[in-house]
């Protein structure tokens, strides 16, 4: 996760700590309150505990064409219990996992949902929910509110029959909106997910209007990973110029934002290139700001302590993986062995290598300049489109010559669109 509005604004979040390990106070302004409270500062990137993403049930409503966990309304057989998930929940406390994120399928499905999530919070565990927001009318709001949820991130995918087309759904838009208005209204603190392709990337700019005219505090653009029904919208992702294209409209609004004193919090997910890209133009405008930056993207380490390290999941039957994509291989199971103990087995090989990957990365990753502060990008867009978690990441826009490579190396250089 790139938070755009730290590195290339300056503005403190409630993030810093956890992913650049800094206190508030070191940059400019209050911290941007997008969530209840901050996290503290963990001794290392490489040492923290994962923020868990929970797939509380597989079970959703609408029908999206880029939907990793393949879902559809109705019952799956299997789903954790509600004593098994409270097993998990003391568990991942004891642990001391930074936060604990409730997704799906869509989470407001499971009936004892709250049940849960009180539980959680009474155990000392940040909860945050990922939703479509589609089912949250005001007294759902205010049961989100009441029940302690740090932060709500509701999916949009555009403006609109844009959005519908992409959830499947008429009215999918106008349903999740008044979602977002109802967590307003309550006072829940809320923001927006949307994932970039082809669709919808040329809607950027009016995706950011609608971000300033509805006050919406704070927005996550995911780049597509090629999972579940997202698999098949290969052919939908962004080029890497298209890619550029769309960080420069997403820097150059979140800048404009920060120079008219309006406070949005800007990240970008999925995607640590966009790391080194905007240290490369902070250099450009600001060369003693970008250092500082270098520095907090060298913290952070990119994806080398992402999938497997900083971030894991645990899908709806409690089989735990890398991240909420890399389903087809689980490193263990909750109903069998505490997800402490599996995430710290590095038996697995896969396990080992995402713990210590960059002696494993091939390719241009392998040669890459920015290998610090990128740190291989995301592992499991390369096994989808090479079948091998060490080769690079396709999802690499930048050029041979921008990563330091050298002509006629005789490398096998992977990964070019």
């Not at 949250?136 to 205010?142: P, V």
């Not at 759904?169 to 106008?174: P, Y």
């Not at 970008?290 to 994806?303: D, F, M, P, S």
């Not at 867009?381 to 041979?400: E, F, I, K, N, S």
Request: glycine share 10%; proline share 4%; net charge negative.
């Amino acid at each position: 996760m790139i938070d755009v509005t730290k590195l290339y604004c300056g503005l403190d979040t409630t993030g810093d700590p956890l992913r650049y390990g800094l206190k508030s106070g070191r940059g400019h302004g209050a911290p941007l309150e997008t969530e209840k409270q901050e996290h503290s500062v963990p001794r290392s990137a490489k040492v923290r505990r994962p923020v868990v993403v929970w797939n509380v049930t597989r079970r959703c409503n609408l029908d999206c064409i880029h939907c990793y966990s393949d879902s559809h309304n109705e019952e799956y057989p299997g789903e954790l219990t509600e004593e098994e998930a409270k097993r998990m929940i003391d568990d991942l406390a004891g642990f001391n996992v930074p936060a604990l994120l409730l997704s799906g399928g869509e989470p407001l499905i499971r009936k004892d949902i709250f049940e849960l999530a009180k539980y959680a919070r009474g155990q000392g565990l940040r909860l945050t929910l990922s939703t479509n927001g589609t089912l949250i009318d005001s007294k759902m709001a205010g049961k989100i509110k009441d029940t302690g949820f740090s932060y709500v991130g509701i999916s949009f995918d555009g403006i609109g029959e844009i959005n519908d087309k992409f959830r499947g759904m008429e009215g999918a838009f106008d349903l999740a909106w008044r979602g977002v208005r109802n967590c307003m209204e309550v006072g829940q603190k809320v923001g927006l997910r949307l994932t970039l392709t082809r669709r919808n990337y040329e809607d950027l700019h009016n995706i950011f209007d609608f971000i300033e005219n509805e006050g919406i505090q704070r927005a996550c653009f995911y780049h597509l990973v090629y999972a579940g029904r997202g698999s098949e919208l290969k052919k939908d992702d962004l080029s890497h110029e298209e890619s550029r294209r769309a960080l420069d409209i997403i820097l150059e609004r979140t800048m404009d934002f920060y120079r008219r004193g309006l406070r949005k919090d800007i990240l970008t997910v999925d995607n640590h290139v966009d790391g080194p890209y905007i240290y490369m133009k902070l250099k450009e405008i600001d060369p003693g700001r970008a250092e500082e930056v270098y520095k907090l993207l060298e913290w952070n380490g990119g994806g080398a302590n992402s999938s497997g390290v900083a971030i894991g999941d645990i899908d709806f039957y409690g089989d735990v993986h890398a991240d909420q994509f890399w389903q087809e291989h689980s490193f263990g199971n909750v109903k069998e062995r505490p997800f402490s103990e599996i995430w710290m087995d590095t038996s697995d090989p896969l396990m080992k290598g995402l713990k210590d990957r960059r002696p494993l990365l091939k390719g241009r990753c392998s040669q890459c300049k920015w290998i610090s502060i990128c740190g291989g990008s995301f592992r499991y867009r390369a096994v989808r489109v090479y079948g091998d978690p060490w080769m690079p990441d396709p999802a690499c826009y930048l050029t041979d010559e921008e990563i330091g490579l050298e002509e006629n190396r005789g490398l096998v250089l992977a990964g070019a669109k």
